[in-house]
């Protein structure tokens, strides 16, 4: 794995720093804007969710609470040909994602970013587009799961999502005091009940999850700060 840098974190007389990855060095990804890095990336989604922390034994409960994963994409392009599976990652302590484009070039009825599920992630400088040869469903989902479990305490900085969605660019479906700063959708398809961005609490467009199911049986409030 990459270098622990950044984010100290002192228990009595220990200092811990967060781990630094790489999806390039650590996940086998290309970031070279050609290769398909969806199987990459995917793997490196996966081992933050079981993963959570580094840390084993008597402390594990506690540094829970504040150790936290950094993923630095380096700021390179990554393209994505099926849905990435960011769902379900939930810690106590932030995880931040930073510094990477995902370039969809993937069928017509999938979400580019799937957050399903998930919960106290940070998104710092994080881009995704597809061009109109490459249209899509959604790039961005925030959604309840069926068990109640809501995509809440999200931060969103910098973000932006451009490009051909057939029905939003970015869809908050009972994402629960989320933050949005400095991010902007552009979405470039003309279909008839396609938008920039879509929030809901209640079912009023379908959304459905390739990894998760979707609770849109019941109404959910929504809070953005």
Wanted: one cysteine or more; a negative charge; proline letters at 3%.
């Amino acid at each position: 794995m990459s270098v622990f840098v950044g984010f100290p974190v002192i228990i009595g007389d220990q200092t811990l720093d967060s781990p630094v990855l790489s999806p390039i060095a650590d996940f086998s990804a290309l970031g070279d804007g050609v290769g398909d890095d969806a199987t990459a990336l995917n793997a490196m989604f996966d081992f933050i969710r079981t993963s959570g922390n580094n840390v084993v034994g008597s402390e594990a409960n506690i540094l829970d609470r504040y150790v936290k994963w950094v993923i630095d994409g380096g700021g390179r392009n990554y393209v994505v040909g099926t849905s990435l599976n960011a769902t379900g990652i939930r810690n106590n302590g932030p995880i931040i994602f930073r510094n990477m484009t995902f370039i969809w070039q993937g069928g017509t009825t999938s979400n580019v970013l799937d957050l399903t599920d998930s919960r106290g992630t940070i998104w710092e400088n994080v881009h995704i587009w597809n061009t109109s040869a490459y249209p899509t469903k959604i790039g961005i989902l925030q959604a309840r799961n069926i068990t109640g479990r809501v995509a809440s305490e999200n931060t969103f900085r910098s973000c932006t999502v451009r490009g051909y969605y057939s029905i939003t660019g970015w869809m908050n479906y009972a994402s629960e005091v989320c933050t949005y700063d400095g991010c902007s959708v552009w979405n470039y398809g003309n279909d008839a009940g396609s938008y920039a961005m879509v929030l809901q609490s209640e079912p009023k467009v379908a959304v459905t999850s390739a990894y998760q199911t979707i609770d849109t049986a019941s109404e959910a409030f929504t809070i953005l700060n």
